[in-house]
């Protein structure tokens, strides 16, 4: 078990999910985002599709490359150029800085599995969701199909952890100072 004693520094994780028995179809994901058929913590902007060049390819990425958390989802198959398999589609999570140590340390409590964190992560992050005529707020719009199988359960995990840090006028002038300088 992790005790509050336990230091480490961990910069980076990578967890990654290979999907070979088409749960994850890249061309429906990538529809439903250029359709907005979508709940996400990540911002619109950083939320894109690369066409590989000449290539059938594609790559989705959501969450920028700075942040604490990204998620890629890409064909596998393609980049590895197997022939000999008929499908292969890669979901990779990113986790940089505090949220990479919160994932170490929740599953090293036992929180959770690697599996279940994965879900879970991928759940509290980005939602694909069918579109209603009935109602217009996305955030009660059921899951699509094929994005309710792929995440096996539907609890979420929250990897940020709030500092309480207090905020007073030292903590200001502070900021000021050191990232404000050069403004």
């Known amino acids: ?3 509050d004693q336990d230091h ?3 910069t980076r994780i990578d967890i990654a999910y290979d999907d070979y028995t ?4 890249l061309n429906s994901i990538i529809n439903d985002i250029h359709a907005f058929n979508y ?3 990540f911002q619109d902007k950083s939320i894109r599709v690369e066409e590989h060049a000449g290539h059938i390819g594609q790559t989705v990425y959501l969450g920028s490359n700075k942040s604490a958390v990204m998620f890629r989802i890409y064909d596998k198959k393609f980049e590895r ?3 000999d398999i008929d499908h292969w589609v890669r979901f990779e999570i990113q986790l940089r800085q505090e949220r990479a140590s919160s994932f170490v340390h929740q599953f090293l409590s036992g929180e ?10 991928v759940n509290n992050y980005i939602r694909f969701v069918r579109p209603s ?3 217009s707020n996305k ?4 899951l699509r199909p094929y994005w309710a199988k792929f995440l096996q359960s539907l609890e979420r995990i929250q990897l940020y952890t709030s500092h309480d840090t207090e905020y007073n006028l030292a903590r200001c002038e502070t900021y000021v100072h050191k990232q404000c300088s050069n403004s």
């Open 139 to 142: 955030r009660r719009w059921g």
């Open 8 to 10: 480490y520094n961990i």
């Open 1 to 3: 078990l992790v005790s």
């Open 22 to 25: 088409h749960v994850l179809d």
């Open 81 to 83: 150029n197997r022939e």
């Open 133 to 135: 005529r009935k109602d």
């Open 112 to 121: 959770f599995t690697i599996g279940s964190g994965f879900f879970g992560i």
């Open 39 to 41: 709940v996400s913590k």
